[in-house]
């Protein structure tokens, strides 16, 4: 059966990364955003000539052929539900879910109805890691030995910090869940499946609810070890770059690199310098997007479909048991 020329989407929240998204979606010419969805119906007419204030309503009134999820977690497992029930393909953002057995129940779900369901997981689609990735598999560095992958932002500062999602600061689990949850994932992009990791978190600032610093050292079965540093205090050069850290990786036979700014490095020398200028951090919202309508297009497996981002969320259950338990852990695979 012959495909349509655009695929209509919708778009459920329309919050503030929700902006991102819609950015992404108006810059493809084979998708067309037909309605929004949010409480907030004034708010949702900003990025859709149709608008409903329920997802039920959109998904009886409204023929789809994707919806795009952009609201807080404790609602992906309901809204997945509701999509697979419309038999309507979904992209979720992260985090996939609260707890890990909302996420089991998500992936089992997915998988008992065949659905098409991809977790929107943009960090490993940034244009650098990519660019890093490619090198690693070309064998640039040999072997890669090791790694650190750095964030750094400052904007968890003071009495009201996060100011652009200030929800953060009531959040029990916060930096790991939210934040090192993207580089975790970016790290099995990288090195592979995760074999155990130790992790030391801490809350430096008073009025937030969870912990806001955090260092994870990492062993992969690929014989690769690193870590994975985190904190919202400050920044690297140039500030407010698009990396949000940076990022060193150490090979057999020599070294490759990301500054803040998004350029690779082979051994210190330039080698990649083809950062977007517009987008969501190297556009990889955007990225993110067109692999998904790849897929709903050709068949092809998502990279980050539900059952395999299980894995990415296994690892930070594995962190937050590891930070509260002091010591090694291996991740969980097995659904609840």
């Not at 778009?11 to 819609?22: L, S």
């Not at 952009?70 to 419309?86: C, E, F, G, S």
């Not at 979904?90 to 707890?99: E, H, L, V």
Request: glycine share 8%; with cysteine; aromatic share 10%.
């Amino acid at each position: 059966m012959s495909q349509p020329a655009r695929l209509r989407g919708a778009i459920i929240g329309c919050g503030f990364f929700a902006q991102f998204h819609i950015d992404g979606w108006r810059r493809m010419d084979d998708v067309e955003i037909v309605a929004a969805c949010d409480e907030l119906v004034d708010r949702a007419a900003q990025f859709a000539p149709r608008t409903y204030a329920t997802p039920r309503a959109l998904l009886a009134n409204e023929k789809l052929d994707f919806v795009d999820i952009v609201t807080r977690p404790d609602t992906h497992l309901p809204l997945v539900a509701l999509a697979i029930q419309a038999g309507v393909p979904a992209i979720c953002q992260k985090p996939m879910a609260p707890t890990w057995p909302e996420a089991c129940d998500m992936a089992r779900l997915v998988a008992e109805a065949r659905a098409r369901v991809m977790i929107h997981e943009n960090w490993r689609w940034q244009p650098w890691y990519r660019e890093a990735g490619r090198r690693l598999r070309a064998g640039d560095i040999g072997q890669p030995y090791t790694y650190r992958l750095l964030t750094r932002r400052r904007d968890g500062f003071g009495d009201a910090p996060y100011a652009h999602q200030p929800y953060f600061k009531d959040m029990p689990r916060l930096l790991i869940y939210e934040t090192l949850v993207h580089h975790l994932d970016t790290a099995r992009f990288l090195f592979g499946e995760v074999e155990c990791l130790h992790a030391l978190a801490r809350k430096r600032n008073p009025v937030i609810a969870g912990e806001d610093q955090v260092l994870i050292t990492v062993r992969h079965d690929t014989g690769v070890d690193g870590s994975v540093d985190g904190h919202r205090f400050g920044e690297l050069e140039p500030p407010n770059g698009p990396v949000m850290g940076a990022a060193w990786i150490e090979g057999e036979t020599g070294t490759l690199s990301v500054d803040a700014s998004g350029r690779v490095f082979l051994e210190g020398r330039l080698v990649w310098d083809e950062v977007p200028a517009i987008g969501y951090r190297g556009d990889s919202v955007r990225a993110t997007q067109r692999h998904f309508i790849d897929c709903l297009r050709s068949g092809a497996e998502f990279e980050s479909g539900a059952e395999e981002y299980l894995k990415t969320f296994a690892l930070v259950e594995a962190a937050y048991r590891s930070a509260a338990e002091g010591r090694l852990v291996k991740p969980s695979l097995g659904m609840v």
